[in-house]
Each structure stands twice: as C-alpha cells, then as structure tokens.
C-alpha cells in the first residue's frame, strides 16, 4: 500500500509538472488577442431588418389537473369553489357555510351532524374564530392550493379544507368542506 501511494504521488507531480511546462510552451505559440483580427460583423441588408422580431414569449402552461390529487374535477371548478367558500367565510355567511360541509364534522372537538347543528352553534363563531384565521383566508388567493389526496388546503396553515365527497355509491357529491381548523 506504502509503494502505490509513493508511486501515485510521483505520477502526479510528473503530470502537474508536465503541464505547467506544457502551459508556459504553449504561451509563446499561442497568439495573444491583440495579434489575431477579428473578422467584421456582417450587416443585414435593409429589407431583411424588418423580419427580423423578437421571439414571442409563451404563456405558462396551465395544468387543468393540478388538483388530481384529491378531485378529478378541473382546476378552474376547483379555484372557483375554492375562492366562493373563502367568501362565505370572511362575510361570516354561517348559513351559506353551513350548506357547503361535509357532515358529521367536528371543529374544535365538537361534532356537528347536520346544518341545523352547525348552525345552532354559529353564534358563537364570529367570537371564537381569531384574527389569525381571517388574515390568512384573506391573503390566500385560490391559485395552485396545496392538495393532497386527503384534500385541497385554503389559508397557509390549513384553516379550511376542501375535498371532492362521494355518496355510499361512490358518486361524486362535487366539492365540499371537509375541516375546518382554528374555530
């Protein structure tokens, strides 16, 4: 093992030694930039100036199945629904919200069955629901939410989760609020 690295160290000196004569040799062959002309750019002639635009620049693709994960419905629905329930929420709509969920749902350890229960209790939300939870519905913009196969997340932490529902026959019911989290 001592005789390979002894002769691996002489080859590489040999080399690093080679090269940097090879490189000073080289220096006085090579021409510097000063001696070598550079040949004239060439001109267009009039008429062909005028063809000449700049490339069109494409618009970004738009992935109709961005949301695949949790729905195969389109991306337009799913931003569209996404954005009416964002609505619902910051005008306080409890009853437009109420027809939108998924029952049983339980929302901070309470299980509400059914629209009358949610709503039997909706006083109570605009007091419980924290500024933090508005603010971050107010700065979500519906446009390529984080999705999972469990669902599609609005607010930057999850405040309210929406997903595509099947009934006992397993026929989209379409989208419906899932969970709500910081009530």
């Not at 590489?12 to 750019?41: D, F, H, K, R």
């Amino acid at each position: 093992m001592k005789k390979r690295s002894i002769l691996l160290l002489i080859v590489l000196t040999i080399q690093l030694y080679g090269c940097s004569a090879l490189g000073s040799e080289m220096n006085e062959t090579i021409p510097s930039a000063s001696e070598v002309s550079s040949p004239e750019p060439e001109t267009l002639p009039k008429e062909d100036e005028d063809m000449i635009s700049p490339p069109e620049e494409a618009a970004p693709a738009v992935d109709d199945n961005y949301y695949s994960a949790a729905t195969a419905l389109s991306r337009s629905d799913v931003e569209s629904y996404a954005a009416r329930i964002k609505q619902m929420f910051l005008e306080h709509d409890w009853s437009a919200v109420s027809s939108e969920i998924s029952y049983p749902i339980t929302i901070s350890n309470v299980t509400y069955n059914s629209s009358e229960d949610f709503l039997d209790a909706s006083s109570s939300f605009d007091s419980i629901l924290g500024d933090a939870f508005f603010s971050a519905l107010e700065e979500e913009d519906c446009i390529e939410m984080f999705c999972n196969w469990e669902g599609i997340m609005l607010g930057d932490t999850g405040q309210i989760w929406i997903g595509e529902v099947l009934d006992a026959e397993s026929t989209s019911q379409g989208l419906k609020i899932i969970a709500v989290n910081g009530i």
